[in-house]
Each structure stands twice: as C-alpha cells, then as structure tokens.
C-alpha cells in the first residue's frame, strides 16, 4: 500500500491560504484540511474572533486529538493529505515536534499587504494574531533539528506565475504537478470551515490565481510597530525562498 504524503502549508492569515487550499483539492490524488487547530486555538486562547463559539462546537479542542488526526488519519484513504495550517495557531502551549514528521511547506506574504487585508475583517491585530514570529519559529525547528532548510514560498511570486510556481513547489516536494491546480469552481469547496462565510469571500469569488497584485498600502499608523516587527521576519524568511526564475507562463 501506497504511504500517505502529509503535506503541512503553514500560512499566516490573508496570505493566499485559501487559494492555494483550493488547488491542492481540485487533485484527484488530495484530500484537504481547513485549519485544524482553529477550534483548539480559540479555546486556549480565548480570543474573540468572528464565530467564535461557532467554531470551536464544529472542531476538536483538544490539540493533541488534531495532532493525531494530522499524523495517522488518512481521510477518504488519498495519497496526498495536504492540511492548511495557521502559524498563529501554534501558540507556546501547544507541541510541535510532531511537524518533524510533515512535509512542511511555508507560505510568506509582504507584512503590509497582510495587515492591511486582515485590519478589514478584525480590528487591531497584533504581532501574535498575524503569525509571522510563529513562521520564524517553526522555520527554525525544521531547520534545528532536520539540518535542512525547509520549503519557503512567497504569495507574490504565485501571483506574478502560478503556473510556475506550483510546478516548482510539486517537483521540490516530489509529486507531479497537475494543470487542474490552477483553476477551481466559483463558491468555496467543500471541505472549507465553517468560518469561510466570513473569511473566504474574494475567493468564493475567484476560478483561479490573481495574476498580479495591487500596489503596495500604506500602513496605518497605529500599526507601525507590528509592521516593522514583521517585516523584519518577512526579510529574514524571504532570505531562503524558493526563487521564481521564469517570469513568463
């Protein structure tokens, strides 16, 4: 029998998440898993977030039962288990030496883009709720403990050329790419979380990968110092990317 591949993409929030969680499923090899730590998460933390209680009676409070389900389960018996994880989920309390059993993929984003997307859905966020300093972190156990750098992508070099990219990311992790990953159905799929009516909506909207990004915005004021705190993470993480050497599809 065929050993389960357990993908691990590890993301902050308003980082191409969810895009690239939809591609992963349009595969006929992968089953998919939307944030498992989010109700675990909440329930430590204790944070307000939209649909909170909501979310934590649909999940698995426990971290160590969701630790297991990453590790053992082998949902619909697929040979691609690809679980889309929120480094801000990964707070001090919970473990994670298990990540040293995944394949661990890391997805960055500039910081200002980040911010300025995720202040419109909850306000005032802090270092902790963007999860760049969680990122570093588990960058740094792969790398501590492995002696290998892990896989580190930027969103923006999947906008400039989807295509590429993803063919680069299947060959570094050592499966195919397929060209069904660069489109999906309009409306969410089926396996996102009960959050995704509130999260999810520009790509509920979309069939594919935006080809290029707005300029730049500005940062507001009253997050000037979590930007700069996460734009130096941002370059330090940027510092071992994977490249994006052919710029045309």
Known sequence: MTQT???????????LSTAMMYAFAQRSDTAVWDEPFYAAYLTATGLNH??????????????????????????NNKPLFYQKHMTQHMISSFRRDWILD????????????????????????????????QQAELIDLVLRESGTAPLVVDSADIHDNPK?????????????????????PKGGNTQDGIWARHWYGA?????GFA????????????????FQQAKYLYDRMSEIKLSLSTRSA
């Open 164 to 184: 590429v990219m993803l063919t680069k990311i299947c060959s570094t992790i050592g499966i195919s790419f397929e060209e069904q990953m660069l489109q999906w």
């Open 5 to 15: 591949k357990r993908l691990a993409m590890w993301s902050g929030p308003r980082n």
């Open 102 to 133: 995944q394949t661990n993929v890391f997805l960055i984003r500039h910081p200002a883009r980040v911010l300025a997307s995720y202040a419109k859905k909850r306000n005032d966020p802090t270092l902790d709720d963007i999860g760049f300093s």
């Open 211 to 226: 080809r290029s990004e707005s300029p730049m915005p500005a940062v507001a004021p009253s997050l000037h110092d979590v």
């Open 203 to 207: 790509v509920w909207n979309s069939t």
């Open 50 to 75: 939209p649909m909170k209680d909501e979310i934590i009676t649909a999940g698995d409070a426990n971290p160590e039962t969701v630790i297991s389900k990453c590790l053992y389960s082998v949902p």
